[in-house]
């Protein structure tokens, strides 16, 4: 059992948040902590997984009581430390980003998982049958030899939680573990925490969203604003109008608003003036007459091996043309070749037969930077975009490196703040912002350059329902400009709300395509 | 895997120590150069990532030699023989000669642990310090300190691969691939202090510090053999540099 007593908690910027915040977690209990993005989730799981942040400047005054002992904190430098290999032996934490995550010890996805027990000195046999165990449960059998720093996003997603499941907690928190996984993997996921709870192991989990289903006797803890605002059943949850606090639900479409200025985030104090992005002025889409934005013919592609088994399967004889005017999702299972496919689109990855043609360019052998002023491409993991050490010169990279001039740059820059909401944050260095405000950085970040094709892998992952309907809108609008999306999703609602068309990706190859009616 | 590997990690980990010992003790330019020539430069083009393993030696290397070129032969006290007076500093030949030495030194030092450590297989080296019941804060040690450079290597290319998303032209031409390393130092140099404290408590997090000893999923690949040798290894080595030590002594 752990009991979290929080007065308040406030990161070095000294914004009070978990103001009188008392939660229990029982054992073989299953706990949804729901909340917008700034709700303070995450740091209410870094409390539960023992990281009170006082090295990094953080003040917590409060206590944490594990299985009746408790640890009070004063908000000093003579604050107990906790010590994180033991509390860890107890309490797991899965942390939102996987590749921060991984142990980079290990050459196979078999040694990440296990590389947590065997630093507890579990016996090698033991070891083996564990992670054997976990890695049927999870569908992960066939990927144990692969190197997990070259999966796709879902396939590092459940190998993480993998390595904290095996470790059999007393209480396992994690901050959005379903971010990122396809339906099956879902359910796998779901219902390796069950097996886990019949045996006793309490289970936190962080939400942007209330589920839609959650196990039988699931407790939802809402959050806004760093308070809590609900405690009780799912149903009651989803029924207590908690939208008023950005709190939507899971499967929920999002509201497009085509019409009006964007959205703006509720917390920024600047609107900055609705700015038309820097295209050609906008136009109805005229597809008997323009050539399509994204042509790919038969396109194919493997990963060399280096070092693997054998090469992976990337993309097979694919085709798929996109025109202006057009939102095209691609959908399909964990590891089924959607960030492939778009890491195609601006010349990351280079066909190894076949040809793409993006707004009327053959990409050949031209380097992949002259093509980003005609691709933008939104990574997968926001921590692989992100580099800059603030959010104006992150913004301002693109336009700086395609020939733009200084003062022009920084303008396009803040305008594309602006338009995603953070016109306020530009000084921000983006490692402090939340998780949402780097994804949005990252997103502005392609639309300064303004490229006409914007190639989005998995957009809504982790938003909460405010943001969500903004980025509909923006896609909506941007297409309507004449430009086009294509965006590898997980997210069906969305993708039948937004996308005109989505296309199915298995293995590597086009199983099917449905229009939205 | 690059290359075949015919040692154990762990050997020639020690291996490549023990040479950074042999020339600390030995302390010889000619000696330098010969591990230099003879060990370091078949290694690198040996290993199958020549060029990857050279241009950190480059980076690495070159500004130790450039400082150390700077501070010696501008400002050293004892340098007698003045080839060019500069009012505040006086370029002389000692210090350039010292200068010289110290940077070939330096050299092999980044070089023959550089290489070592770009070519081990961490996994293995990992596996093996735990068969051998190394203790525990010594496997912590040694295995974050190698394990970052997987790390710094895979945050590199992540960076050099948003950039270029974004907008940088890398070119074919040397200087166009020169530019894009430049272009990549600052933001993975502040990247890395930034996740520095992340990785290591959520090493932590994982119970790499925890008490007591580990366990290995990877088979012991060590030999009997490679253990004898380590051993020898460190005797002769030991040996010879303390007789080298009292003969330089008293002589
Ligand atoms: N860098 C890489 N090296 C080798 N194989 C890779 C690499 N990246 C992905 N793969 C493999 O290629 C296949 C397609 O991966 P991709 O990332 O395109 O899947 P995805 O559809 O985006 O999945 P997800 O929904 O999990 O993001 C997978 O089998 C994956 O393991
Ligand atoms: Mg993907």
Redesign the pocket.
Known sequence: MITLDSETFAYDDGVPLLAGLALTVRPGEYVVIAGASGSGKTTLARLLAGMTGADAGSVFRGSIALDGETIRFTGTPTDPRIDPAAWSSRVAYVAQGAWGQLSMMSATVGEEIAFGPSNRGVPPERLRRLVAEVAAALKLTPLLDRDPR??????LQRTIIAAAVVQRPRILVLDEPFQ?L?DDAVQDVAAALEALRRDGTAVVVCEPMLPLSAPSGARVVALADGRPVFDGALDEGLRAGLRRYGIGAAGDPPRVDPGIAADRDRRSPVPGPAHEPHREPAREPDREFDPPLVILRDVTFR?PAAGEPRP?T?LTGVNLSVSAGEIVAVR?P???????LLQHLDGLYRADSGSVTVGGILIRRQPTGALATTVGYLF?DTDQQLFERTVLREVSYGPLATGSRRADGARRAAEALDRVGLGALQNAHPYELSFVQRRLVALASLMATGPVVWALDEPTAGLDEPTRSMLATLLTRHAAGGGAVVL?T?DAAFADAVAHRSIW?EDGRIRGTSTAS | MPRRRIYNPLTELLAAVLLVVLVLVVNRWEFSLAVLVFGVLPAVLLSGRARQIGLAIVLVAGPLLLSSLLLHGLFFPEGSTVLVDLGIARVTAEGLTFAAGMGLRMTVFTGVLLTAAMTMDIPELLATMTHRGWNRKLVFIVGSAVGLLPHVALRAQQVTRAQQARGLVVGRAPLSRFRALVAVTTPLVIGLLVDASERNSMLEARGFSSPGARTSYLPDTDTPHQRRARRAMVAVVGVFSAAWLVIAAVA
Not at chain 1, 335 to 340: E, V
């Open positions: 070259r999966l796709s996003g879902g396939q990122g396809d990963y992976q990337g399909g964990n590891g089924s070749g959607k960030s492939t997968q590898a997980h990706l």
